[in-house]
């Protein structure tokens, strides 16, 4: 049983910083790419950014030169370092892995999401 655990959500005012921090556990292949989705209250989740297991990285258009993805020394850790925040922002972020190795070919988990409040 795959599961993701994020943390490092909360209430911040605009331009201040969050790191958003998820830890996969359970069986999970060395190839997989890992991501962070977020949804705004009356809009559709969004892609954020993803890192592949090579270190491969992607950003939204919105989000870039403010926010970074990286993996974490421990295995199939995650991090999204969150600057200059603004109050369009404001959501829940949802941590997301692709395992592309699983015995299912592949399979898709996610974390039960982390709330980001940004004020004005």
């Known amino acids: 049983q795959v599961q993701l655990v994020e943390s490092g959500g909360g209430l911040v005012q605009a331009g201040e910083s969050l790191r958003l921090s998820c830890a996969a556990s359970?069986?999970?292949?060395?190839?997989?790419?890992m991501g962070w989705y977020r949804q705004a209250p009356g809009k559709q989740r969004e892609l954020v950014a993803t890192?592949?297991?090579?270190?491969?990285?992607s950003h939204a258009d919105s989000v870039k030169g403010r926010f970074t993805i990286s993996r974490g020394n421990a295995k199939n850790t995650m991090y999204l370092q969150m600057n200059s925040l603004k109050p369009e922002d404001t959501a829940v972020f949802y941590c997301?892995?692709?395992?592309?190795?699983?015995?299912?070919?592949?399979?898709?988990?996610w974390g039960q999401g982390t709330q980001v409040t940004v004020s004005s």
């Open positions: 997301n892995l692709r395992d592309y190795g699983s015995s299912k070919g592949l399979s898709v988990y």
């Open positions: 359970g069986s999970i292949s060395s190839i997989n790419t």
């Open positions: 890192i592949s297991s090579s270190g491969s990285t």
